[in-house]
């Protein structure tokens, strides 16, 4: 690839930029007080919009046009839910020494959330892969997410989780009321505002980014006051950079060659490292804030937002380079 390819692709998601822009504000202009429970109300708000949204969006049409790729599909469930979380619990199993019990939790969390939607379809189709199959695939990870991710959090985070001290009853009765329930009303009122949703795509999608920097915000601004920054060292957001750098190559290498020994075309190999490399920020920020306490939520997802970046600095290059195959 030409120099000035990699230099475009190299450039921070400007998302990115200003998802930064936020904790920096949370750092320094903390809410507090009555600010902060208004502000949590706002959040509750936010997330129930959020994944309404998400669930109205969500085509059956686009998800039977696909749905026929079976074998590719639960290739990609199992590297989101099994091969990711895998890696988690070895994160997870390092000596406290080279990585914090803190940063160990992020990355665990991490590790259980569904696939992105959005980018996994984008740079499934830059690089001339199985568009179809990316879009039922990844709509299906997230849509199994709602309950897989909360499961695994059970069994790998328990003494993590806020409602009832972990109790798992209490956590899927909070996944249920605040992810699930929104999902599945916007989804039955698709065949009302499925065609209003498909011409505001646009507009939509700026509402959803502004309830994630709005939970981001509010995540934050408790781990500040709670002192997140005495927990969370220069050093720490180097090492969280450098294992996620591990872990997404591991991923990245260990889908492409499933993908040759299980024989798929290159159409369908694409979709599988496109779509099973990949972790939710959209989902995942929301997800955190109903399952742990607000204290704890912006250090657990501090891993997840450097992820997030990496994902598509890497899969940009990668997408590219498919594309321009012969």
């Known amino acids: 690839m030409p120099r000035s390819g990699w230099v475009k692709w190299l450039k921070p998601d400007p998302y990115a930029l200003v998802l930064l822009g936020v904790v920096v504000t949370a750092s320094i202009l903390p809410c507090r007080g009555d600010v902060a429970i208004g502000f949590e109300w706002l959040t509750k708000g936010a997330i129930f919009l959020l994944f309404f949204m998400h669930g109205a969006k969500l085509s059956r049409e686009a998800i039977l046009g696909g749905i026929g790729a079976w074998r590719l599909h639960g290739l990609v469930l199992t590297s989101t839910f099994v091969l990711f979380p895998l890696l988690g619990l070895a994160v997870s199993c390092l000596p406290d ?68 001290g972990g109790d798992m009853l209490g956590v899927m009765r909070s996944i249920m009321l605040t992810l699930l329930a929104p999902f599945i009303i916007g989804h039955l009122s698709r065949p009302l505002i499925g065609r209003w949703i498909d011409r505001n795509k646009a507009i939509l999608s700026k509402l959803d980014r502004g309830a994630i920097l709005l939970v981001v915000y509010t995540a934050f601004s408790a781990a500040v006051v709670e002192g997140i920054w005495q927990r969370v060292s220069a050093l720490d957001i180097a090492t969280i ?42 989902s995942g920020v929301p ?40």
């Open 287 to 326: 997800m955190a804030a109903a399952m742990f306490a607000p204290a704890q939520v912006g250090v657990i997802i501090l891993p997840l937002m450097i992820f997030h970046q990496l994902q598509l600095i890497v899969c940009a290059i990668i997408a590219r380079n498919y594309g321009e195959r012969d």
């Open 241 to 282: 950079l450098l294992v996620s750098a591990v872990v997404l190559t591991v991923v990245l290498l260990v889908t492409r060659r499933t993908a040759h020994l299980m024989g798929l075309s290159k159409e369908n190999e694409i979709t599988l490292v496109m779509c099973g490399s990949k972790k939710s920020l959209a």
């Open 97 to 164: 020494m080279l990585i914090s019990p803190s940063v160990k939790m992020g990355f665990l969390f991490l590790t259980i959330l569904p696939s992105t939607v959005q980018s996994s379809i984008a740079f499934t189709s830059m690089a001339r892969g199985n568009v179809a199959a990316a879009v039922c695939t990844a709509s299906l990870s997230n849509m199994l997410g709602v309950f897989i991710t909360p499961l695994l959090a059970g069994l790998l985070m328990r003494s993590e989780l806020q409602s009832g």
